[in-house]
């Protein structure tokens, strides 16, 4: 498990080397960790002493937060570089991101327009037509891409896969038991 460790500190090492471009991950690089760290939960789980149990504890909070703190420094790289109107190439578990922060930039680029130009009817306006509820949802089983009412494509989804979709969509998937709510952003 100390193969993730150094992993994580090099990626995390490299993405502060340039603070401007996004690094390379390795080929599937959340994929392993996150089996790793369902590795570590279950170890955690079913070792026979508790000192086995806490070290799994212990190391499984280190690799999260190794891993927090990476995410945090590529989405904050690639925010920077869509409000500069630059373009991002992301890890492929991270390209369901995108679409929503460039309509999140497209939106605040909006919304700085309308106030820098002193345009007040379409800010009013802005602000007041804006969708502003999205639900974060579970999904129940497989399901095709389609398309939000926030005219961003979503999916496909595996069973178990976490994402954020808009009010209208999630509401309707969860008649149809298809995904359960887990929270409100």
Known sequence: ???????LNQAVTNELKNEEKLGQLPAAFYGIISLRLKQLKVMELTASTEEAKLAAKELRKNITELVNALMQIRVRKMFNTL???????????????????????????????YIVEGKTKELEHFYKDAPTVYYL?????????????????????????????????????????????????
């Open 1 to 7: 498990m100390q193969d993730i460790i150094s992993l």
């Open 83 to 113: 409000l500069k109107g630059g373009t991002i190439e992301v890890d492929e578990y991270e390209k369901p991101v995108v679409p929503l922060l460039v309509k999140f930039v497209s939106q605040f680029n909006e919304l700085r327009f």
């Open 137 to 185: 949802v579970q999904f129940l089983s497989p399901t095709d891409k389609f398309m939000g009412s926030d005219l961003i494509e979503y999916g496909p989804f595996e069973a178990g896969d976490i994402a954020t979709l808009p009010q209208e969509n999630a509401k309707i998937l969860i008649e149809k038991n298809i995904v359960k709510k887990v929270g409100e952003i």
